[in-house]
């Protein structure tokens, strides 16, 4: 493969990368129906007499990076000292779209960072073929579209690891140097990907073993504490609080242990250990068929490493062990980390199986480049589904604006399961009325007062949205009309596969089962009292 061909193709998978990413990025605006964008953009919006978060959850390099951007932009379009005003309207969309787009952009931005990683170290058919996993990987492409921190994590995380690798080959200084920096950048944006710095480690030692140097002697290469301070300086110039709010650090991450244990009884609805892993999360992330290439490439490199390898599998092994240690309330998109390294890893067979190809028959590149679109059209297909998925009003929107002109405001609205993320976002001066308890009295008493109902339920995250029961839905229906019901799973469909431990109400698999995004939302009209001939609000008879 030719230099021009390689640079075509890059360009060629930088280009779909951007085009799966950007699109449908509007999703839901001006509501916010990605939960946790509510950690990075209303924290950015809201420096202004001190740069401190006050939120130590998240770490803060994203936020100033989006508050930066906000800011630039604001300036450039002639805001003036009172930038925030112009973000205002429409509870912030338009900074929400920007913050948005500086996801969606180093996601893109990932692509060619991987494929550099991989060709400076195996080989540019080993790159391009990391470059396509990146490219087209669902998780990656879904996480892109949102303003969290997984996916720009993962692009500092790439640049680390390129550097990483050419630490394991060559081992100059500025290797050392610029693997820390990443690395320190990485665990500012998102904390468990410095857990790369294990690899560089393993890389040094790695480099270290090929010169015959003794292991004391690797560990006391001051290269590696070089390496290591910068990775430091790095990681706190980009989330200082961390440190400086020491306090503020201990309360919330004593606070996510205290939640993590009490929520849902401390038992995970997607479940635990290595079969949530490979059974639950990576083949919802991956695909079946990418989830076993990867893993038999991991597996595979063992038996012909090259320089950094082993550097990568001691990368996904922390990783994978974080993953499947105790009983944590972990997420599909947590698989952003090990993906990247992983591709690199599936590039390495890759390039191996082509060079073992063609020594065989000089053009069965042709046919190894078509196996491997074969191996990638699946997740091409769903990433296409979801933006087409995405692009459609979700139920919440439908049923808010149906709220809004068809119930006077003041009026009293029984929420089902209380005011989640799986209800429309209503204002207008509704008196809202929690009615949590599962049973039907609970309900009764809480219509007494009421006029209107409103549920939700969605099958696949019935931890998130429950349907009434057979009671509550009887007790409905024999004192009201249903006025409204907007469904959002074809009758007779395939069940899509959601993670259950994610309050987003947009599949990973039998996305073509949906209709539109969100749960399912009735809304009945009470206009019956319990006594039978008597109406609501009004006298017997």
């Not at 005003?85 to 509870?91: C, H, L, P, S």
């Not at 073993?209 to 430091?232: F, M």
């Not at 839905?473 to 899509?496: F, H, N, T, W």
């Not at 959601?498 to 949906?514: G, K, L, R, W």
Request: aromatic residues 10%; charged residues 15%.
């Amino acid at each position: 493969m030719g230099r021009s061909s390689r640079y075509f193709l890059l360009i060629a998978l930088t280009a779909i990368a951007a085009w799966l990413r950007f699109s449908a990025i509007g999703f839901g605006l001006p509501e916010q129906y990605r939960p946790d964008e509510e950690m990075t953009v209303p924290t950015a919006l809201g420096f202004e007499h001190d740069f401190n978060p006050h939120l130590a959850i998240y770490p803060a390099a994203q936020t100033y990076l989006i508050h930066g951007v906000l800011r630039s932009y604001a300036a450039l379009s002639g805001a003036g000292s009172n930038w925030r005003m112009m973000y205002r309207a429409e509870g912030d969309a338009r900074a929400f779209r920007i913050a948005r787009k500086i996801a969606a952009a180093m996601g893109t931005a990932t692509v060619p960072a991987v494929y550099l990683a991989a060709a400076s170290s195996f080989g540019p058919q080993a790159a391009i073929a990391a470059a396509g996993i990146v490219a087209v990987a669902f998780i990656h492409v879904r996480d892109s579209k949102f303003a969290k921190v997984e996916v720009p994590a993962g692009f500092w995380l790439a640049l680390s690891l390129a550097m990483m690798l050419l630490l394991a080959k060559r081992g100059r200084l500025i290797d050392y140097g610029l693997a820390g920096l990443f690395c320190g950048l990485a665990a500012a944006t998102h904390y468990t990907s410095g857990s790369v710095a294990i690899g560089i480690v393993v890389a040094h030692l790695e480099a270290r073993q090929r010169e015959a140097k003794p292991l004391l002697t690797s560990l006391l290469d001051a290269r590696i504490y070089l390496a290591g301070a910068i990775t430091l300086l790095a990681f706190l110039s980009a989330d200082p609080y961390f440190v400086l709010d020491w306090a503020q650090t201990k309360a919330d991450f004593g606070f996510m242990r205290v939640i993590y244990a009490d929520w849902n009884h401390g038992h995970s609805a997607a479940g635990y250990g290595w079969t949530w892993l490979l059974l639950r999360a990576m083949p919802a992330s991956f695909g079946i068929a990418l989830e076993i290439f990867l893993l038999v490439a991991m597996v595979w490199v063992v038996f012909r490493p090259r320089p950094g390898t082993y550097a990568l599998l001691a990368f996904v092994a922390v990783c994978f062990l974080s993953l499947t240690r105790g009983h944590p309330q972990l997420e599909f998109r947590y698989l952003v980390n090990p993906l990247i390294a992983m591709a690199l890893l599936g590039g390495v067979m890759a390039e191996d199986l082509i060079a073992m190809a063609q020594s065989w028959m000089p053009r069965m590149r042709y046919v190894a480049a078509l196996a491997g679109a074969l191996l990638l059209a699946p997740s091409l297909l769903r990433d296409i589904q979801l933006n087409h998925l995405l692009q459609a009003p979700d139920t919440r929107t439908i049923a808010k604006f149906w709220i809004l002109n068809h119930i006077p405001s003041r009026d009293s609205i029984v929420l089902v399961d209380g005011y989640d993320y799986g209800k429309p976002r209503i204002a207008g001066g509704y008196n809202l009325i929690d009615a949590k308890a599962e049973s039907a009295t609970s309900l009764r008493d809480a219509i007494k007062s009421a006029r209107w109902v409103i549920a939700e339920s969605f099958p696949p995250l019935t931890q998130w949205s429950r349907d009434v029961n057979a009671e509550e839905k009887a007790e409905l229906d024999s004192r009201g009309e249903l006025q409204l019901d907007v469904p959002s799973i074809k009758p007779d469909a395939a069940l899509p596969v959601c993670d259950p431990n994610d309050a987003f109400y947009v599949p990973f698999t039998h996305i073509d089962s949906m209709i539109r995004p969100g749960p399912r939302i009735r809304i009945w009209k009470i206009t019956r009292d319990s006594i039978p001939g008597t109406k609501l609000g009004g006298s017997p008879g």
